[in-house]
């Protein structure tokens, strides 16, 4: 390729998030050589937002957990549609990979008798969450970042794009993109490629979701052949920031609520006592006397309902606003002002102390915070092996949350970290394997990379005439008024009517100057990834006559059983998009009595 700048590897993994660090570091482990690929800035990874904890079985603070309840609690709060392989290993890895983490040298916060401290979460049976205060991503980030500055053979490229995979017949070959500072582009070869990049938020207008959150990854998979499973599932946390506009969709952590922190309607009423499942004996209660007791009016019998599952809190706050109980910016109110002194507000919970009095002018010591439901995560993916972490596109391996089948169709707090960690090192560690096992690189099929060229610098050709920005609000638009908290199937339809209208006017972008320092030319190529996402979420939501978990349909309000077994793909079929359900293989009958 000598027109282009060109690196070669064993092993390329994109996105240097939790996954992504913790794939590179197992993958240079096994002695591969790694390169490792940032959209952004080394330690500027989204994984930063997670702020609540590491979900782990560690039983440090109550000493019934056990991997099998954790196992028990993801399953059902993703309604049984996980991959019940990738549940079982996550659990049981889960404790391994905290505790490697503390010897690299992450600084848990700590029980009197000096181990790892474990707070309440949503969805979780026992306190579960390691944490640092509310800065957990941050401190994992900072412990993986720097086990992997001092890994041989380990190279970062920082602040480049990946726009396409690259191909030699049916495997992959490498990766191809640009350097978001020159605009020049680049090619790396490689035997084996990671993807770590993370979700697909910023297809929706109010998220907390980063920049960089365009579903480069999904795309890019699809695009090149891979299936992407269970699209349709997309998490809105129930507690985002609302006022001032400015800062709407800003994770609030679950943290809050995991620290005594209760939900408010305009009325003072806690209202997530009214909204406690039907099903909650089979969700989350540890006995069948525990859920009766409960549904009695019993409140002391389990923690509080404001740590139900995400998918239930986000819906009840939607509930109260429509029924003109919301707050005064159409949210709810998060008090923990109330619940704890300030100095222990303060000590658990600076992230989020000085986030509120530094955005939005609120001391949260003092005063209730005003939340709402942000899109937050996709539980859908890229469809993977859950031992190998491999796609059906050979040498195509993902992890985190650009993968899907872990957590069914909704996310248990915290289950997003650990998931990072025993994938990453999955990916990094097969993803090697599979690397020493090819002796010769792949070839570089120089069409397709042309191909990819013109494809890039189509905005800058005479004709264009579409703003990519404002093609970037709409998209999220039309997906914020289609495909959000609820679906039916006339919005999804429509959505789809827009969805071609935006494919048109995506076609026609007109970008100014050079490719330097050009965040137009940036928002034109990440229209690219956010279309193709976004017509995967489409027909999938569309496909699933059901509600379950993240997905619900006003016009098919119930969960019907005869979809219990299936989960919905998405792959190409000459050139078009199309959904199917395949069935996941029987659960052994251990696992089963688990349940």
Not at 111 to 129: A, K, M, S, V, W
Not at 146 to 167: A, P, W, Y
Not at 354 to 363: M, N, R, T, Y
Request: a negative charge; hydrophobic letters at 40%; glycine letters at 10%.
């Amino acid at each position: 390729m000598d027109r282009y700048e060109t690196h070669q590897h064993d092993v390329i993994v994109i996105g240097a998030g939790g996954a992504g660090l913790r794939a590179a570091i197992e993958a240079s482990e096994q002695g591969a050589t790694v390169g490792l690929i940032c959209k952004s800035l080394l330690g500027k990874a989204h994984t930063v937002m997670a702020e609540g904890g590491i979900a782990a079985a560690l039983a440090n603070v109550d000493a019934r957990d056990s991997w099998q309840v954790h196992f028990r609690d993801t399953m059902r709060g993703g309604k049984m549609l996980n991959n019940w392989r990738m549940a079982q290993l996550h659990a049981q890895e889960a404790p391994d990979e905290v505790n490697k983490l503390e010897e690299w040298g992450a600084l848990f916060d700590r029980t009197e008798d000096g181990r790892i401290l474990q707070r309440n979460f949503g969805g979780h049976r026992y306190p579960r969450l390691a944490h640092v205060g509310d800065r957990t991503g941050l401190e994992m980030i900072r412990t993986l970042q720097n086990r992997v500055i001092h890994q041989e053979g380990l190279d970062v490229f920082m602040e480049c794009t990946i726009s396409h995979l690259l191909k030699e017949g049916d495997r992959i070959s490498g990766a191809f993109g640009y350097w978001r500072e020159t605009g020049a582009f680049v090619v790396f070869r490689a035997k084996a490629v990671v993807l770590a990049t993370g979700g697909v938020g910023k297809v929706y207008g109010v998220t907390s979701n980063s920049w960089e959150y365009t579903g480069d990854g999904h795309a890019t998979a699809y695009l090149a052949g891979a299936e992407l499973l269970d699209m349709e599932f997309v998490q809105f946390h129930p507690t985002g920031m609302i006022w001032p506009s400015s800062v709407r969709g800003i994770l609030v952590t679950e943290g809050v609520r995991g620290d005594g922190g209760v939900l408010l309607n305009n009325q003072g009423e806690r209202f997530m006592f009214n909204y406690i499942p039907e099903m909650f004996a089979a969700e989350t209660a540890a006995t069948p006397e525990e859920a009766r007791r409960w549904l009695e009016g019993d409140q002391e019998a389990r923690r509080p309902p404001d740590l139900l599952t995400r998918d239930v809190v986000a819906r009840a706050i939607r509930a109260e606003v429509e029924a003109g109980r919301g707050s005064p910016h159409g949210g709810a109110f998060l008090d923990i002002a109330n619940q704890r002194d300030a100095e222990t507000i303060k000590r658990k919970l600076p992230s989020m102390y000085h986030q509120f009095k530094q955005l939005g002018d609120v001391d949260i010591t003092k005063q209730p915070m005003e939340v709402g439901p942000t899109c937050h995560y996709i539980m859908g993916g890229v469809r993977v092996d859950a031992d190998t972490a491999a796609t059906n596109v050979p040498g195509l391996y993902a992890a985190g949350e650009v993968a899907g089948g872990l957590h069914g169709s909704n996310r248990l707090g915290g289950n997003s970290l650990s998931d990072l960690l025993v994938f990453g090192c999955r990916a990094g560690r097969y993803a090697a394997e599979y690397a020493r096992r090819l002796l010769k690189m792949p070839d570089i099929n120089r069409d397709e990379v042309e191909i990819a060229v013109q494809q890039l610098v189509a905005p800058f050709e005479e004709g264009g005439t579409e703003n990519p920005y404002a093609v970037m609000q709409d998209i999220q638009t039309c997906m914020e008024n289609n495909v959000g908290i609820v679906r039916t199937k006339a919005e999804l339809e429509r959505g789809l009517i827009e969805l071609e209208t935006l494919k048109a006017r995506a076609a026609k972008l007109k970008v100014t100057a050079s490719r330097q320092y050009n965040p137009g030319w940036h928002y034109a190529i990440d229209l690219r990834s956010m279309l193709v996402v976004c017509e995967a979420i489409m027909r999938a939501a569309l496909y699933r006559e059901e509600s379950r978990g993240g997905h619900t349909r006003l016009d098919f309000p119930d969960t019907h059983d005869a979809l219990d077994n299936v989960n919905t793909v998405v792959r190409q079929d000459n050139g078009r998009m199309v959904c199917e359900y395949v069935t996941r293989p029987e659960m052994p009958e251990e696992l089963k009595a688990l349940l």
